[in-house]
């Protein structure tokens, strides 16, 4: 038998479900952006401040071409072999170690993200305490402090009303509309950081932004690469290329959905870093939030700012589905590769999906602060994702379909990747220790 055959899909069959027709190209590249986007905007503009703005953009260049080599190497390599899922291809070709990273990577960078949502999320609504330094939420700002917005029931009627519904959905596809509208509130979220940087260009507040990085006591030559995992981590959705694109009629309309998104999403996280660059200069946080966050002058600024926190909080509330789909399958797929098809028996599906929304909402309740453990853990596993997986796929080729071309593009992404993350991960932790001395 065939390692292949060992792997079952947890949501798809190889030609769909019966009687449903291929999901729409158009509902792909919403299902992708919304995938991609998710909370890696919110750090894009810090990214700005290390690298000064022509080098970030070329990073977001160069890294939205090679997640595009990385995208078509996951597709070309599980079409020409037997499996339909991400760990599938990699037990074809590592075996059962190859599949079990996969999954646990997955495991790592989606539920780390799902609880980090719910976090952001009740920050805006419910407001956080930093040490002695208490942020007032949305809810609290206009109704003021009661029981009813507090952090815990807020986001426990967020994770019911809204998500909930949502995450029992079995088809990713059905996921398009809330995807479009999460898009959409992306756009509104840049537009309003690019009216607000507008304004103050105008009356002459904006900040002198870098164009090229400034190396001085503070910032050294390895901390520009601090910014690289920071861009990967934005733009890796590969955790959801197979439910999507088995999900589609042709192989050729994941392709060009994936570079409908890439293309959509490079602006937008372009534009958001420029805006919210000239917006706060180098007083920039890592998540832009934190600006925003901050009391205004007047009450025309401080409804935007406002409007910018829910508009992102509402954003969230219809990212975490999709990352809660591919979650949700790679645990069924690891914990029960032999049982049926996850879509087939309800009572699975609906535990397990029962199970994480609850775990990740007491999570995000009793560990309000985890971005550093995320940063690290999460940097890396989706690199391996992004990068290493696939170009690891590519360089043992199985089916015998790698071409020279093909060798030396995964060769690149790999050595890229690996170097770029361990010389991130160790500044992160030599300036971490730093910091505490």
């Avoid at 690019?194 to 507040?205: E, N, P, T």
């Amino acid at each position: 038998m065939s390692p292949a055959t060992e792997v079952h899909a947890p949501l798809l069959t190889s030609h769909g479900p019966p009687g449903v027709n291929p999901a729409s190209v158009s509902g792909a590249v919403f299902n992708i952006a919304t995938s991609i986007i998710g909370a890696g905007i919110m750090s894009i503009p810090a990214t700005l401040k290390v690298l000064g703005i022509i080098p970030a953009l070329v990073l977001i260049v160069i890294v939205g071409i090679l997640v595009e080599i990385s995208v078509e190497f996951l597709m070309r390599f599980t079409h020409s072999g037997e499996s339909i899922t991400y760990a599938g291809v990699m037990n074809e070709s590592f075996g059962r170690a190859g599949s079990v990273a996969t999954q646990v990577c997955v495991m790592i960078t989606n539920l780390g993200c799902l609880i980090m949502y719910l976090i952001i999320i009740a920050d805006v609504l419910s407001g956080s305490q930093n040490g002695g330094t208490v942020h007032l939420g949305v809810l609290q700002e206009w109704f003021g402090i009661h029981w009813w917005n507090s952090r815990e029931f807020a986001l426990l009627v967020t994770v019911v009303v809204v998500m909930l519904p949502l995450v029992l959905l079995k088809r990713v596809e059905s996921l398009k509309f809330s995807s479009a509208v999460s898009v959409l509130l992306a756009v509104i979220f840049v537009a309003i950081c690019s009216v607000m940087a507008i304004i103050a260009l105008v009356q002459g507040k904006t900040r002198n932004p870098r164009l090229v990085p400034q190396l001085d006591e503070q910032t050294s030559f390895f901390d520009l690469f601090t910014a690289v995992p920071v861009i990967v981590t934005a733009f890796t959705f590969h955790f959801n290329v197979h439910p999507i694109g088995f999900e589609l009629g042709k192989q050729s309309d994941m392709i060009t959905a994936v570079r409908i998104s890439l293309v959509l999403c490079s602006a937008i996280y372009f534009a958001i870093g420029l805006f919210g660059y000239l917006l706060f200069g180098d007083s920039i946080e890592s998540d832009i939030l934190v600006n925003f966050d901050r009391s205004s002058d007047t009450s025309t600024g401080a409804l935007l700012n406002a409007a910018v926190r829910l508009s992102y909080a509402l954003h969230l509330m219809l990212v975490f589905p999709l990352l809660n789909f591919s979650l949700r399958g790679n645990i069924d797929e690891f914990l029960f590769p032999k049982k049926p098809l996850l879509a087939s028996d309800t009572k699975r599906f609906v535990a397990l999906t029962i199970v994480l929304l609850v775990f990740s909402y007491l999570a995000a309740i009793a560990f309000p602060n985890i971005w550093y453990l995320f940063q690290f853990v999460g940097s890396t596993s989706a690199v391996c994702l992004a990068f290493i997986f696939p170009g690891a796929i590519a360089l043992r080729d199985v089916n015998g379909i790698s071409t020279k071309r093909d060798r030396t593009m995964a060769t690149i992404m790999i050595v890229l990747a690996v170097v770029t993350s361990v010389i991130a991960i160790s500044t992160n932790i030599y300036n971490a220790l730093g910091n505490k001395q």
